[in-house]
């Protein structure tokens, strides 16, 4: 009986940003014996609860904390406004990609655009952005949110912006309809990190060719949720799931091919395990 083939992207594992993120908080929690973290440090309940084990506590109330803690800012960034007279010392993981986009934003903000951002309004990347962007901002969720924007005055300089990890198909339909409106000026930034977009790309491509699909990641990361959406919109058969423990042999039964997606926090480790319980149940 012939085994089944599994391929797995060539765009898995850490990206760059998550695994800078996580040097950095190994390299401070071997100086410090507790790190707060504002909000988990990436969107991966496996990883967070490795490192609360070394001692990064995620924050839950940043008043209740004493003023010589140390606090570490996670890699999706946070709004200026979380910090706003605090005096503690800080650690920034903030993806490189993610202050750039903040640049961004600042630069906007000081020639006095409206400021859209496309993504997710509860996502800590975006409020981190909003925050940034101040009053004159607006966060659009998608293509059906676009339609129905309006500015009461047309004299405004309208500039639109991305959330890194949001779908470049998504961006794409939220600018035509951008573009559609009438505005004194409108600017655009396609600021979908190219990871994402790889990513994006060469699991739609595998999810064409293969009979199953696996997407391995955090529930409540965005990048692995749309790559989940993605890939179920091809191949019917596709599950997403955190680790080895959520895969189910009943999904696993008659498939020849299966391919393996993972979301930008998912940990290289992650996979192995999750091909090694493939294999084990395949012999």
Sequence with gaps: MSKTKIVVSSNSGFCFGVKRALDIAKGALKKRKTIY????????????????????????????????????????????????????????????????????????????????????????EVKGLKGIAGRNSRVLKNKKEAKTFNLSSKSRKVALISQ????????KEVLSEMTKKDFAEFIHFNTVCKNTIDRQKEAAALAKKVDAMIVIGGKNSANTSKLAKACKNINKNTCHIESFKDLRMNFLKGRKTIGIV??????PYAIREVVKKIRRIDS
């Design 262 to 267: 993972t979301g930008a926090s998912t940990p």
């Design 164 to 171: 890194t990890t949001a779908s470049l198909t998504n961006f």
């Design 37 to 124: 973290s504002l909000g988990p440090i990436i969107h991966n309940p496996q990883v967070v609860r490795q490192f609360s084990e070394m001692g990064l506590v995620v924050a839950g109330d940043i008043e209740k904390l004493c003023k010589d803690c140390t606090l570490l800012i996670p890699s999706h960034g946070i709004s200026p406004d979380v910090l706003k007279e605090k005096a503690f010392t800080c650690i920034d993981t903030t993806c490189p990609l993610v202050g750039r986009v903040q640049k961004i934003v600042r630069e906007l903000r000081e020639k006095d655009y409206f400021i859209i951002i496309v993504g997710n309004r509860k996502h800590p």
